[in-house]
Nanobody, 113 residues
Framework: MQLVESGGGLVQSGGTLRLSCAAS????????MYWLRQPPGKGLEWVSY???????YYADSVKGRFTISRDNAKNTLYLQMNNLQVEDTALYYC????????RGQGTQVTVSS
């Protein structure tokens, strides 16, 4: 199983980024998929997840600003992040489970004020 995140970077507060996660080695369409993040000096926290049926759920801190989606034909998970805030600065991971045990290497998102 492999998960490879991309799309992170440095943006100003209020900016946007779109993260991607390319999945391989498992039947992507059969799994709920998750985005997690780890802010500097803090633990891993759940951001969003999408079910097999494309139902979506968000942490209160990102609700209304982030959108999770998936393209099963491309085995790819996305996270559209709008109106980014300084507190969104973190290493972002996609994962196949909600604890992050099965996750990629992460992509860094840094939001400056």
């Amino acid at each position: 199983m492999q998960l490879v995140e991309s799309g992170g970077g440095l943006v100003q507060s209020g900016g946007t980024l779109r993260l991607s996660c390319a999945a391989s080695g498992f039947p992507f369409s059969a799994y709920w998929m998750y985005w997690l993040r780890q802010p500097p000096g803090k633990g891993l926290e759940w951001v969003s997840y999408i079910t097999v049926g494309n139902s979506t759920y968000y942490a209160d801190s990102v609700k209304g600003r982030f959108t999770i989606s998936r393209d099963n034909a491309k085995n790819t998970l996305y996270l559209q992040m709008n109106n980014l805030q300084v507190e969104d600065t973190a290493l972002y991971y996609c994962a196949r489970d909600d604890t992050g045990t099965l996750r990629g290497q992460g992509t860094q998102v840094t939001v400056s004020s």
